[in-house]
T-cell receptor, first 116, second 111 residues
Framework: DTGVSQDPRHKITKRGQNVTFRCDPISEHNRLYWYRQTLGQGPEFLTYFQNEAQLEKSRLLSDRFSAERPKGSFSTLEIQRTEQGDSAMYLC??????????????FGSGTRLTVV | SQQGEEDPQALSIQEGENATMNCSYKTSINNLQWYRQNSGRGLVHLILIRSNEREKHSGRLRVTLDTSKKSSSLLITASRAADTASYFCAIGSSNTGKLIFGQGTTLQVKP
């Protein structure tokens, strides 16, 4: 297993277009998280899945954002009708959930979105 | 807010010196974690300290946690130019595993 993979690495899109990002977590990890990071800031929590269930969504996640994790494997994050304010690095991370105690995340390299 | 607040925002030191970064938070925690991020890349997990632990070591890293003061510190000893990066503390406040990240400290180690 080579870690968490995100695709694409970079995406430039025109305002109003829809974009979809993919994340492939570490196969043994049942938890998957999406974060958004802008320049000079820490990652902001967007949503997370345990297996295929989406258990929490941030208020930052407007109705233009949707995430799925079919069959508890890879995940997709879709942004509809993109706006310039959506320009950011979108980070995916996975972790295992054993014993109810927090475990460190393994992050992917991120997808950098630029909306022009 | 659960978010950790880090201090200083930026730190510049010479190679070989020690670097100390601090993180304060406001809520009760399950665990606190530190991550490193090189420019334009994903974050790398460095160390996790649980709420019932006071100190942990990993190589040149030493993390302390004071739950009475709601603060943590990350010490990097004998710094190297390769340690140049941004460092984030992350608060885990429940068993969901969800983390809330601070704004980070940017460390520059000059050769």
């Amino acid at each position: 297993d080579t870690g968490v993979s995100q695709d694409p690495r970079h995406k430039i899109t025109k305002r109003g277009q829809n974009v979809t990002f993919r994340c492939d977590p570490i196969s043994e990890h049942n938890r998957l998280y999406w974060y958004r990071q802008t320049l000079g800031q820490g990652p902001e929590f967007l949503t997370y899945f345990q297996n295929e269930a989406q258990l929490e969504k941030s208020r930052l996640l407007s109705d233009r954002f949707s995430a799925e994790r079919p069959k508890g494997s890879f995940s997709t994050l879709e942004i509809q009708r993109t706006e310039q304010g959506d320009s950011a690095m979108y980070l995916c991370a996975s972790s295992s959930a054993l014993g109810g105690v927090g475990y460190g995340y393994t992050f992917g390299s991120g997808t950098r979105l630029t909306v022009v | 807010s659960q978010q950790g607040e880090e201090d200083p925002q930026a730190l510049s030191i010479q190679e070989g010196e020690n670097a100390t970064m601090n993180c304060s938070y406001k809520t009760s925690i399950n665990n606190l974690q530190w991550y490193r991020q090189n420019s334009g890349r994903g974050l790398v997990h460095l160390i996790l300290i649980r709420s019932n632990e006071r100190e942990k070591h990993s190589g040149r890293l030493r993390v302390t946690l004071d739950t009475s003061k709601k603060s943590s510190s990350l010490l990097i000893t004998a710094s190297r130019a390769a340690d140049t990066a941004s460092y984030f503390c992350a608060i885990g406040s429940s068993n969901t595993g969800k983390l809330i990240f601070g704004q980070g400290t940017t460390l520059q180690v000059k050769p």
